[in-house]
């Protein structure tokens, strides 16, 4: 695919194929909040159309809400980014630095006459809405300041409206839901500047995306609203109208709008309960986006395949068994250095820092990817490997430790401290020999073991799990666990 855009262009009677732009999309996400699934999925879909076209992805941070952006929520914008791993070409731009060039904007339409001083009362502006509404007519401003001409002081506040054409229509073709209208009688003169001096934002955005030369803005549906009035403020200044690709919302397992009862909506909330990035980003393309029946993507797959025209028009439905089904997906079919990186972070999280003392991470993923759902839970399996043992599981205990389970435990210990060769072959072929010797099954070995040399009867092989505990350890935790149940 090009990085430019072919439209047909007429030149008097004939037709030719022309070169018009290179595609350029943009994420402006406002910092009141972390970013919530939604937000990551425009982000993704912004990016791959960016990709699939070989054009630009802009970051964009619409910090003009003062009281509610946080830094906090900026940082967490900026980490959820970069952990599922969408890189962008230019930025983040914020629009709190670009005051200056929005008040120069305003002055140009104020000149040319596209725009004026309101200096409306809030107290006539509520009664004006409080008679239109009892009326049965849409609360909008009625334009009693577009022609003012009488004096007001200096220090009398007022608001920057934008005039707004009277007559007419704005039309636009979405991307995703197609040919829509809206009457210019129905829109008012909206605010582009507070009386506190600050813009708007339906009046930065569009000079954002002018200046930074967005060519596709993909949002979500709750903004389909804005857009007319936005088209013609682009017209206004004479600016590029942008192609324009609302999403439909994200519904709830439940089939409600998602919102925080769900559970996670967080983007870092989702690696905090243990799920892979990859999995997280697979499962939100297919959030209202398909090729024929394929459920598993990878990251080139998504780029070559996406285009805006396989988006759907329907609300989008989250499942988190899919989600928890693409997680298990990735946690054995991605290289283990790979998932291990993931899972020294959820070591961190619960405390173990110095690694040195148990195995490589790599071979935590390789033992245990097949035996837990998400690395959060793998993380808390295989503390044992890094930490000493200071409890063992109750449950575990009732049903393993039994009459004659610490003589089992000492056949053991007596017969691994003899093996010349540390490996699970040759440990697994030893304990089968006690287990012979003591005419009991396997079980009634492996797991007096397990919950020796781990504090638990769930793990993997016991000979895998010894390998991990490594020799020394899985001798002297042997020793403890006969102190301690013979006591």
């Not at 007022?158 to 007559?167: A, E, L, Q, S």
């Not at 007319?228 to 439909?248: D, E, M, S, T």
């Not at 899919?322 to 250095?337: G, I, R, V």
């Amino acid at each position: 695919m090009s990085a430019t855009v072919l439209v047909v262009v007429k030149y008097g009677k004939f037709f030719k194929w022309e070169i018009i732009m290179t595609v350029k999309t943009r994420f402006a996400p406002s910092p009141t909040g972390f970013l919530h699934v939604g937000g990551a999925r425009t982000a993704l879909f912004s990016w791959l159309y960016a990709r699939h076209c070989n054009g630009q992805f802009v970051l964009r941070i619409e910090d003009t809400d003062r009281e509610r952006s946080t830094q906090e929520a900026i940082d967490a914008i900026i980490e959820s980014m970069k952990w599922i791993d969408l890189k962008w070409d230019e930025g983040p731009y914020y629009q709190t630095k670009r005051f200056d060039r929005y008040h120069e904007v305003i002055e140009q339409l104020l000149k040319e006459g596209k725009a004026y001083k309101c200096y409306c009362s809030k107290e006539r502006l509520e009664k004006m809405r409080e008679e239109q509404m009892k009326n049965g007519l849409k609360p909008r401003y009625d334009g009693h300041c577009r022609d003012d001409h009488s004096e007001h002081a200096p220090d009398e506040p007022y608001v920057i409206r934008f005039r707004n054409p009277d007559d007419g229509v704005v039309a636009f073709d979405d991307m995703v839901k197609g040919h829509i209208e809206f009457k210019n009688s129905e829109l008012d003169d909206f605010i582009i500047q507070r009386s506190d001096g600050t813009p708007t934002y339906n009046f930065c955005v569009v000079v954002d995306d002018w200046d930074m030369g967005i060519t596709h803005v993909i949002r979500g549906d709750d903004h389909v609203n804005n857009t007319p009035r936005q088209i013609n403020l682009y017209k206004a200044l004479g600016a590029p109208v942008p192609v324009f690709c609302h999403l439909a919302m994200i519904l709830g397992d439940d089939g409600t709008k998602l919102s925080k009862r769900h559970g996670a909506v967080s983007v870092m909330q989702y690696r905090e309960d243990g799920y892979l990035p990859e999995a997280l980003v697979n499962y939100l393309v297919r959030l209202g986006w398909s090729h024929g029946d394929q459920e598993i993507f990878s990251r080139e797959e998504m780029i070559s395949l996406f285009t805006l025209d396989a988006i759907t028009k329907s609300a989008s439905g989250f499942n988190t068994k899919k989600l928890d089904w693409l997680n298990a997906h990735y946690m054995k079919t991605l290289p283990a250095s790979e998932v291990a990186k993931e899972l020294v972070w959820h070591l961190n999280r619960i405390g173990i820092t110095d690694l040195s003392k148990g195995p490589a991470p790599e071979e935590i993923v390789r033992n245990y990817c097949e035996r837990t759902h998400t690395l959060k839970e793998m993380a808390q399996k295989a503390a044992c490997y890094y930490q000493e043992i200071t409890e063992y599981d109750p449950a575990g205990v009732k049903k393993w430790i039994k009459e004659g389970s610490v003589d089992v435990l000492k056949d053991a210990l007596a017969s691994l401290q003899a093996l010349p060769s540390w490996d699970a072959q040759s440990i697994d072929k030893v304990l089968e020999d006690v287990a012979a010797k003591r005419e009991i099954g396997m079980g009634k070995v492996g797991q007096p073991l397990r919950i020796a040399v781990t504090g638990s009867a769930m793990s993997p092989g016991i000979g895998d799990t010894m390998m991990l505990v490594g020799r020394e350890r899985t001798l002297k935790r042997i020793e403890n666990a006969i102190a301690h149940f013979s006591a």
